[in-house]
Each structure stands twice: as C-alpha cells, then as structure tokens.
C-alpha cells in the first residue's frame, strides 16, 4: 500500500493547470508539439517550438500567490529527470537535435488564473 496518495482532487486541479497552461503558451506564440511526455525516464508537460528554439515547459500549480513560489520544487535532481527526458524525446524525433531550452510555467489557479514563464528557468548544459 502506497505511502502517498495523490487524491483526486490534486490531480484534477493539475490537469486543470496545464491545460491553462497550454492554452496560454499558445497565446504566447508557443507551438505545442506535445503533451504530457511519457518515457521510462519521467514525464514533461509540454513540448513546444518556440522563436526557434524547442521549449520543455514544466508547469506547476499553486492556489494562491501567496502560497510557496512552486520553482523552488523544482530541485537538481527533477531537473535532471527533465533533461534525460527530453533527451529520450530528442532520440526519437530528431537526427540532429534543435537548439533547446526550459521553461517553467507557473499557474496561480484562481478566477481569473494568472501565469508566470520563466524561460530559460534552468541550463540543460553539463549533465550527462
């Protein structure tokens, strides 16, 4: 029996966050290429091109702005599961990888929700 249980809840407010996200990125100018990456290595919520550049989007969520600043959760070693997996996706769609980049989103779910990108949010450089 799991120790921890993602209720419900939690989850459908996360869903209800990235497709917030989505729609805002596309506002943005993003191409969504993909959604809700998964690999043996781990997941990505949103793959987009973007100026260029192909963007792995992490999204997070929280329910007030005064709530904790979610990018702190996104520790050196998520960011390393995010980088081994966007190099899983890079194998299997490109002979030579485009110029990458990532980004986090952060939702502040609310009515109406706001948004905070940070791109660039971490360098995919130096890690194996």
């Keep these: 029996m ?10 459908k407010k996360g869903e209800e966050a990235e497709q917030i996200a989505a729609k805002y990125l596309a506002d ?3 191409e969504i ?13 949103v793959i987009a091109r973007h100026r260029g550049e192909l963007a792995f989007v992490e999204v997070r969520s929280r329910h007030s702005a005064g709530a904790l600043d979610p990018i702190h ?7 390393r599961k995010i980088i081994r997996t966007a190099e899983v996706y ?3 769609h490109f002979q030579t990888p485009p110029f990458c980049r990532f980004d986090v989103l ?3 779910l609310g009515n109406p929700p706001s948004m905070e990108l940070v791109p660039n949010a971490f360098d995919g ?3 194996p």
């Design 33 to 45: 290429l993909e959604r809700n990456f998964r690999c043996k290595v781990g997941e990505i919520d």
């Design 28 to 30: 943005q100018g993003y």
């Design 106 to 108: 952060i939702v502040t």
């Design 73 to 79: 959760s996104i520790d050196r070693k998520k960011q």
């Design 125 to 127: 450089s130096g890690f």
């Design 2 to 11: 799991p120790i921890f249980k993602i209720g419900r809840n939690t989850r």
């Design 90 to 92: 890079l194998s299997r």
